[in-house]
């Protein structure tokens, strides 16, 4: 009996000047055959020779999918092209494809291997569909990474000054110089929050929902902003576990038999802006907040380090901002939780 093809799906495996892909078939029996692999660059002219190479790898291109890893920016040009073009796009984080990878034992890494795994994990695992977030979100993503580079080249600079100052001797040129970068950084700050409120007010709806956000005691704009930016508004976050992964909060336990007993920890494999912009609201949250104070004092009970509770509670706070921002609800901090009514999904995520 003649085999037909069911679906097809395509993997890519993109850097930053190119990306190579490879296109896999799922027949009627079952079996999958895959493509010679493409390279492309990852810019507008290799968009539209991929997409002409995609269609003659098959009859069409209706009904193929597009995955790629999230990889930094990169993926960005290509994704936001292939929903223009109404295709379907799914991107994925790269700890659920490494997930994958060693499902299947594969050791090589090439680009050839990974755009030819992803192609089969495109058609092997359901997806969830991938599109263009508001350009308000990329504005402000932009933004507050920007903020956060400011401010680190201001510790960097404070730094300086500080073991300048320390020194047995100095210029007084380089001293002040310096301080005038300090001081030039700090007006840039400044600049930049503002845009940032101003870029928020002007839409009403994302407003109204900030500030219901800023009810959470010791959590400020900038903090909110950058969940939300760097999330795109939690529109492709399926649950607060999920979320807990891509911020680097998902816990790793190392036990195994009676042999291996070794210490849960945080990954912190994920986005690190999420977890600088929780920093400091989560020792407020430690010192201020009752409910947090109570978590964290019990947390650091049987633990070495203080910052087990600090990073205990700067997920808590994610999990509480991805809750309310669901509800569309202001922070109750006299919340109590009902044994007859299902808690929301964050709040029933343990610490």
């Given at each position: 009996?003649?085999t037909q093809?069911?679906k ?8 930053k000047?190119?990306?190579t ?8 029996d079952?079996?999958l055959?895959f ?19 995609v269609r003659?790898t ?7 999918n597009?995955l790629?890893?999230?990889t930094g920016v990169?993926y ?5 092209h292939?929903d223009?073009?109404k295709l379907?796009?799914?991107?994925v984080l ?6 994958f ?6 050791k090589t890494k090439?680009d050839?291997v990974?755009?030819?795994v992803?192609?089969?994990?495109a058609?092997?695992?359901k ?5 263009a ?5 990329l504005e402000l993503?932009n933004l507050?990474?920007f903020y956060?580079?400011?401010q680190e080249?201001?510790t960097?600079?404070?730094n ?6 320390e020194a047995n001797?100095?210029?007084d040129f380089i ?10 950084i ?5 600049k930049?929050?503002k845009?940032?409120?101003r870029?928020?007010?002007?839409d009403?709806?994302l ?5 219901k956000?800023?009810?959470?005691k010791g959590?400020?704009?900038i903090?909110?902003v950058?969940?939300?930016?760097e ?7 399926l649950?607060?576990?999920?979320l ?8 790793i336990q190392r ?5 291996i007993k070794?210490?849960?920890r945080?990954?912190?494999k994920?986005n690190?802006y999420?977890?600088n ?5 989560a020792m407020?949250a430690?010192?201020?907040n009752?409910?947090m104070?109570?978590n964290?004092?019990?947390?650091i009970?049987?633990k070495e380090?203080k ?9 808590k706070?994610l999990l509480?901002?991805y809750?309310?921002?669901?509800n ?6 006299d919340?109590?939780k009902s044994?007859?009514k299902?808690e ?8």
């Open positions: 009996m003649t093809v069911q097809r799906s395509v993997g890519i495996d993109i850097s000047d190119s990306f892909c490879c296109v896999s078939s799922k027949q009627s079952g079996s055959i493509s010679e692999v493409g390279t492309f660059q990852n810019e507008k002219t290799g968009f539209n020779q991929f997409v002409k190479w003659k098959g009859k069409s291109i209706e009904g193929v597009f790629m890893e999230a990169y960005e040009r290509l994704a936001y292939l223009k073009l379907e796009v799914n991107v790269p700890n659920t494809s490494k997930h990878f060693s499902s299947l034992n594969i090439t050839k990974d755009a030819q992803l192609s089969q994990m058609i092997e695992r997806h969830k569909v991938w599109h977030p508001k350009g308000i979100y993503r507050t990474r956060v580079q400011l080249q201001k960097s600079f404070s300086l000054k500080h073991s300048k100052d001797f100095t210029q001293l002040n110089l310096n301080q005038k970068i300090i001081e030039q700090d007006k840039q700050i400044q930049i929050s845009e940032i409120e870029l928020c007010k002007s009403e709806e407003w109204q929902k900030i500030t956000l800023m009810t959470i959590v400020g704009l903090t909110i950058t969940i939300i930016a999330t795109f508004g939690f529109e492709n976050t649950s607060a576990k999920q807990a992964s891509y911020a680097g909060y998902d816990i036990e195994s038999g009676s042999s070794g210490k849960t945080m990954s912190k994920g690190r999420i977890r912009a929780l920093y400091f609201p407020v430690c010192r201020f009752p409910q104070k109570e964290y004092i019990r947390i009970q049987k380090s910052m087990v509770g600090q990073v205990a509670i700067q997920r706070i509480l901002v809750t309310l921002w669901k569309d609800a202001n922070y109750d901090p919340y109590k044994s007859s299902k929301p999904e964050a709040t029933q995520d343990r610490l």
